[in-house]
């Protein structure tokens, strides 16, 4: 192994990643130049044993979307809708209601609900949402709501976000998810973004949930026209960020999919791409306890693979997936729970069924 590492150019960062020592910019810029994946990979995996040992993660959960009708219509987004568009729909709480009902006889403990920047539903809403899935399961744990739809919901209650999130909190929110980060750069999200939040503001409203809390989870979008060194810096706000407030639970690195977007000129990544953003994450984010290969963006052969290359978590049955197969994702919309345990064990990893904040339910 030394001498794919000397071969690669690694052993100084081998070195830092042993002595628990944080990479600069620079290392990153080396480790995305690399073509030696293996040696990438190594160094990844030396990260990941150390923080999870051979276990890998995942989840029962469902989600929901509860409209796709949004305002920001973002360039690289295939799931938003202008509230005219034939395509858009949006589910009143019963029918939300229903979602959650049709699965009940399954061991779900996490439902994930995320929809667009909606122009006209009201803050009771949302509300009225969180606690119509706690009527019907009490028991599940809620992740709603990214930072971006957290930001429109403080405007919609015309109160902080802080006092928005104890509001939430109290109507059954129990976790937020990483979506809407996209890329921090102010150039991207010019170019393909410019209605949304900024990223300034998507770091504000994680800070304001952790302090309040409630543990969030973090994401880049990559693989469509950022440079490495955005990619980087992204991960830079995002640890120093961690460095403060402690309340990241996972990193999610999500691979642009092109199709029926206005970037649809835009190849695919490649599954060198995704491993390295996966691995690279992994050494660059020291202080982040989590890493998922999500399977329904990279496909279930590759998040196999991903956890060799720094990752711990395969997220989880998923159910119902719409915002990435909308873009063309040409994987299944959920896996069973035995499917996922057979994927883990072929990866000669150890499966460990997590809740939402990675308390461990059942080890297979």
């Known amino acids: 192994m030394d001498t794919l590492l000397q071969k690669a150019g690694f052993v100084d960062i081998?070195?830092?990643?042993?002595?628990?020592?944080?990479?600069?910019?620079?290392?990153?810029?080396?480790?995305?130049?690399?073509?030696?994946?293996?040696?990438?990979?190594?160094?990844?995996?030396?990260?990941?044993?150390?923080?999870?040992?051979?276990?890998?993660?995942?989840?029962?959960?469902?989600?929901?979307?509860?409209?796709?009708?949004?305002?920001?219509?973002?360039?690289?987004?295939?799931?938003?809708?202008?509230?005219?568009?034939?395509?858009?729909?949006?589910?009143?709480?019963?029918q939300v209601r229903e979602k959650v009902r049709e699965r009940l006889d399954e061991p779900i403990t996490e439902i994930h609900m995320v929809g667009g920047i909606h122009p006209d539903l009201p803050f009771s809403y949302y509300l009225d949402l969180l606690r119509a899935i706690k009527e019907i399961r009490p028991e599940v744990h809620i992740q709603a709501f990214t930072c971006v739809e957290i930001h429109h919901l403080?405007?919609?209650?015309?109160k902080s976000v802080g006092d928005t999130l104890e509001e939430l909190k109290a109507a059954g929110l129990g976790s937020i998810p990483g979506g809407g980060a996209e890329v921090f750069s102010p150039r991207i999200r010019k170019l393909t973004c410019?209605?949304?939040?900024?990223?300034?503001?998507?770091?504000?409203?994680?800070?304001?949930?952790?302090?309040?809390g409630l543990h969030t989870n973090a994401t880049l979008l990559y693989g469509h026209i950022e440079t490495i060194d955005e990619r980087l810096e992204h991960l830079d706000i995002l640890r120093r960020t961690q460095d403060e407030t402690g309340g990241f639970l996972a990193y999610i690195p999500l691979a642009f999919h092109p199709k029926n977007t206005e970037m649809a000129d835009h190849a695919r990544t490649t599954a060198m791409e995704d491993l390295k953003n996966i691995a690279v994450a992994r050494l660059m984010l020291d202080n982040f306890p989590h890493i998922k290969a999500y399977w329904v963006m990279i496909g279930p052969k590759l998040a196999q693979i991903a956890l060799s290359f720094g990752a711990d978590d395969m997220d989880g049955t998923v159910k119902e997936e719409v915002i990435t197969h909308?873009?063309?994702?040409?994987?299944?919309?959920?896996?069973?729970?035995?499917?996922?345990?057979?994927?883990?064990?072929?990866?000669?990893?150890?499966?460990?069924?997590?809740?939402?904040?990675?308390?461990?339910?059942?080890?297979?």
């Open 154 to 158: 403080a405007e919609l209650a015309g």
């Open 194 to 212: 410019e209605k949304k939040l900024s990223g300034e503001g998507w770091i504000e409203v994680a800070k304001t949930a952790h302090h309040h």
């Open 326 to 364: 909308m873009a063309g994702a040409d994987t299944e919309q959920a896996l069973g729970h035995k499917t996922l345990i057979h994927l883990i064990r072929e990866a000669g990893r150890e499966p460990v069924e997590r809740d939402t904040l990675y308390n461990v339910l059942q080890t297979y």
């Open 14 to 94: 081998y070195d830092k990643v042993q002595a628990g020592e944080r990479l600069t910019i620079e290392d990153g810029r080396r480790l995305f130049a690399a073509n030696d994946i293996l040696a990438l990979g190594f160094l990844a995996n030396a990260l990941r044993e150390r923080k999870n040992g051979n276990k890998a993660y995942f989840i029962y959960n469902q989600h929901i979307n509860y409209s796709n009708i949004c305002t920001n219509l973002c360039k690289f987004c295939a799931f938003g809708k202008d509230k005219s568009s034939p395509q858009a729909y949006e589910m009143s709480v019963d």
